[in-house]
């Protein structure tokens, strides 16, 4: 049985929630129910993944990118997720970037701790110093009209290193460092998905 990767609460028919793996405001269509139950899905909704989505919301109407409908989760917690309020847009914005990163992660490899770290630093509860950060876009060849989020999530022990590269609207690129002491398999996840043919794109990028 999973447990919400946020609070541990186990999760079950009750508890769970639908997270989208990247928020569908910006138009994500790959869903779990096996990540973070329905308390956390509503606050991260009301604090973080708002943030993003009102970074893009222009973006998304000018391309008029369907969304699934929704009802709101009716949220009994939410004065615990008041320290949101007081942060800048900006840092809510990149925790929302790290937890697409940690949800697309989730879903492929069993076991988080190796993100712990970051998963503190996504609740506000750690400094974001320089684990979530912009870097410049690499050469991506996009096929024509394409418009695309990118995840690539890297980890070798050899390196110790477990990191993200998130891209979203092909221009926000960011790297997440995911952790400093990876010990696990070596892995290198890829997920691109275009969000205006509404379609997994399955080639990679070098
Ligand atoms: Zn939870």
């Known amino acids: 049985m999973s447990a ?18 990247i928020p569908n405001s910006i138009g994500g269509v ?37 969304r699934h409908r929704s009802r709101p989760v009716n949220d009994t917690n939410s004065s615990n997720w008041d320290r949101y309020q007081l942060e800048n847009g900006n840092d809510l914005f990149l925790r929302s970037v790290a937890k697409i990163a940690v949800n697309y992660y989730l879903t492929k490899v069993r076991g988080r701790h190796h993100l712990d770290k970051m998963i503190r630093i996504i609740n506000g509860v750690e400094a974001i110093e320089d684990h979530i950060r912009y870097h410049p876009l690499i050469e991506v060849i996009w096929n024509d009209k394409e418009v695309s989020h990118v995840i690539r999530i890297n980890g070798t022990a050899s390196s110790g290193r477990l990191y993200a590269h998130v891209i979203l609207f092909n221009t926000h690129s960011l790297v997440i460092n995911l952790c400093n002491n990876y010990n696990g398999e070596d892995i290198d996840l890829f997920y691109r998905y275009d969000v205006l043919r509404q379609k997994e794109i399955r080639s990679t990028i070098d």
């Open 4 to 21: 919400c990767y946020s609070c541990n609460q186990i999760l079950n028919k009750k508890t769970t929630s639908f997270e989208h793996i």
């Open 30 to 66: 790959l869903k779990s129910a096996r990540l973070i139950c329905k308390t956390c899905n509503s606050a991260y909704g009301m604090t973080i993944d708002a943030a993003l989505a009102k970074k893009f919301v222009d973006l998304v109407a000018l391309m008029n990118i369907e």
